[in-house]
């Protein structure tokens, strides 16, 4: 993904900006189309590690996306690339779909085991966001809160194949030897009630890309239209 976009051969007007600590990726396509790849939501600042504060990654992930969507500030459109994307904290999802959002949303539900399902909504970030139309792009290959923000993205069209489906809340335990494991408690549903794990999240528009390209040259036809 870094190859092609920062290569000769990049679908951009220009190689690829390169930043959050090499997770994010940005630029312009024609048509007045702005695009962001995102490859994880977590670790957008040098040094943050997993068992780093939460609050330290939202604030990493805030600070990029006010200076992405400044830069892109003048698009009419963006086109989210998630489908290279190794997952990270739900919390740093929420913030990037925080941005798309113009008032209160339900994104998804969550149910667990003896209980019945409730309402997560999403508010509109207090800082900058973009009001206009988005495409998010997802595969096989966009894996826990990549696929939680696939969800979150409600007003987007997403175009590709079947997120992984590998997902849940899930809660930290250790044996006495000193492994780590962790427990699901409680598993996502989209706003219709359907199951997330295992499944995956269904695209609206169904692809059978292969190569880095061809998926955003459909989105940019989408775009047009």
């Known amino acids: ?57 939202i604030k990493a992930a805030r600070d990029t996306m006010n200076t992405i969507l400044t830069e892109l500030k003048d698009v009419k459109h963006i086109v989210l690339d998630l489908r290279v994307n190794s997952g990270g904290f739900d919390s740093v999802a929420m913030e990037i779909a925080s941005r798309f959002i113009d008032k209160p949303t339900v994104v998804f539900r969550k149910h667990s085991t003896g209980t019945q399902p409730y309402d997560i909504t999403l508010n509109p970030s207090k800082d900058i966001t973009f009001a206009g139309p988005v495409t998010a792009l997802i595969s096989n290959d966009t894996i826990s809160a990549g696929e939680t923000l696939a969800l979150a993205l409600a007003k987007a069209t ?68």
Request: charge should be neutral; charged fraction near 20%.
């Open 1 to 57: 993904m870094r190859e092609t976009l920062q290569g000769p051969n990049t679908p951009l007007s220009a190689p690829a900006k390169l930043t959050a600590n090499r997770r994010v990726l940005y630029g312009t396509l024609p048509n007045n189309t702005g695009y962001i790849a995102i490859l994880a939501e977590g670790s957008w600042a040098e040094g943050l590690t997993e068992e780093s504060p939460q609050g330290q990654h």
């Open 158 to 225: 997403l175009i590709g194949q079947p997120t992984r489906g590998e997902l849940s809340d899930a809660i930290p335990k250790r044996l006495p030897n000193g492994w780590n494991y962790t427990v699901s408690i409680e598993t996502l549903l989209t706003r219709a009630n359907e199951p997330v794990e295992a499944k995956g999240v269904q695209p609206k528009i169904l692809t059978t890309a292969k190569d880095v390209i061809a998926d955003i040259k459909l989105a940019l036809t989408h775009a047009a239209h």
